[in-house]
């Protein structure tokens, strides 16, 4: 019989302190799923899993297949040798993103911690204002962004470039790091902060030695988003790249119009294994650094 990871969760809790009244209503509610009946929550739950998840394994699979159809006669590893050794453009256009993503996100975080942190500490006219401002590249289509942006840079003159996708992913990226940084704000306890000043540190040092260090894994959060946002997103860069300048989003779409090459779907399971294991490593790094603070 499998052990439920439910069960394994409750009984560990139990080790460690009485339960709460609300404790207990929980724990009534992990019997009610051990049990083993069916339940539409269940149902819904495993069809959310595989409509997430089964894409990606097609993925995995087909990029071990040795032919380029659909139908799978043999598996080879043909399509990562021609990821390695035969695909120059491509890994050309994933340097290009990754400069991108990595310089847009270390901008638009610092950028959305300094502005977070001014808002959720100075009081002054306007405020709000600014605040609600900040989040309209959120809710506004891409494909707005992405033309206001056109206009602007042949507005003052900007050649379209490295450059204007990096500024593009800025303002775009800006706002979500500045809400994430703002919530994790939200749960500040500001005595630290008196408490800190009483002791004689300056304004300077508090936002150093305190307040970033208590904050930092909302930042880290904001930051890897960023990345991962400037990485895949390509209504933006469409309008806004030129010469020189393709990334890997815009390189896969020019693929496209001649149908898709099993190379991307090499690629594509390389970031995803990539992708897992950055996010199993931060998982507990994260976790220690909010239990730190």
Not at 160 to 187: K, Q, Y
Not at 235 to 253: E, N
């Amino acid at each position: 019989m499998i052990k439920s990871p439910y069960r394994a969760i409750i009984n560990r809790l139990n080790k460690q302190k009485p339960l709460t009244e609300s404790a207990r209503h929980a724990e009534r509610a992990v019997q009610k799923i051990d049990s083993g009946k069916f339940s539409f929550s269940k149902f819904v739950l495993i069809l959310t899993l595989v409509f997430l998840f089964l894409p990606l394994v097609i993925i995995g699979v087909y990029s071990f297949s040795a032919d380029k159809g659909a139908e799978i006669t043999r598996f080879s590893l043909v399509w990562y040798e021609k990821l390695l050794f035969d695909s120059g453009e491509l890994w050309a256009a994933l340097k290009n993103s990754f400069i991108i993503a990595l310089s847009s996100a270390a901008v638009s975080t610092l950028l959305g911690t300094l502005a977070a942190i001014g808002i959720n500490w100075y009081k002054f006219k306007g405020r709000l204002y600014i605040q609600t401002v900040s989040f309209l590249p959120m809710v506004l289509p891409e494909v707005i962004i992405g033309v206001s942006m056109l206009v602007f840079f042949f507005g003052v003159g900007i050649k379209l470039g490295m450059m204007t996708i990096f500024i593009a992913h800025t303002t775009f990226c800006l706002p979500f790091v500045f809400l994430m940084v703002l919530a994790r704000l939200d749960e500040f306890d500001f005595s630290i902060i008196e408490a800190a000043h009483d002791l004689g540190a300056t304004e300077k040092q508090t936002m150093i030695r305190v307040i970033i260090p208590a904050i930092m894994p909302g930042i880290f959060s904001g930051f890897l988003m960023a990345v991962t946002m400037s990485l895949e997103d390509f209504v933006i860069t469409f309008f806004v790249s030129g010469p020189g300048s393709t990334t890997l989003p815009l390189y896969v779409f020019s693929m496209i119009r001649f149908g898709v090459s099993p190379v991307i779907n090499a690629l594509s399971f390389v970031m995803i294994l990539i992708t897992m294991i950055i996010a199993y490593l931060l998982r507990n790094f994260l976790k220690t650094i909010a239990a730190s603070h």
